[in-house]
Nanobody, 123 residues
Framework: QVQLAESGGGLVQAGGSLRLSCAAS????????MGWFRHVPGKEREFVAA????????YHAESVKGRFTISKDKAKNTVFLQMNNLKPEDTAVYYC????????????????WGQGTQVTVSS
């Protein structure tokens, strides 16, 4: 069982930056892939980015490419989402997730989820 704990959300003005963190604990295997999703009430959950813990595979959704960057600290089983040039439409609850590459990136689903962290971007 993997446990995920996010941190780093908050309120920021448009054009600003935030950095989210997600620490994984428990049965974290080298094959684990970790990703970020976001959800706005009334809308479908949206995949944001994913990163593999044991190789260099990284993928960002088109909607955030060039503004958001996912990275990792493998030694600490922690992933980060650096969000720059934030827009009001980025406002959402951001969730960290863990599963396989296929599930997270292709099927946009995951076995394990964090509790979520609110990101609010004011105009």
């Amino acid at each position: 069982q993997v446990q995920l704990a996010e941190s780093g959300g908050g309120l920021v003005q448009a054009g600003g930056s935030l950095r989210l963190s997600c620490a994984a604990s428990g049965r974290v295997f080298s094959s684990t892939v970790m990703g970020w999703f976001r959800h706005v009430p009334g809308k479908e959950r949206e995949f944001v980015a994913a990163i593999s813990l044991n190789n260099d595979r990284i993928y960002h959704a088109e909607s955030v490419k060039g503004r958001f960057t996912i990275s990792k600290d493998k030694a600490k089983n922690t992933v980060f989402l650096q969000m720059n040039n934030l827009k009001p439409e980025d406002t959402a609850v951001y969730y960290c997730a863990s599963d396989s590459w296929h599930n997270i990136v292709v099927l946009t689903r995951a076995k394990t989820w964090g509790q979520g962290t609110q990101v609010t971007v004011s105009s």
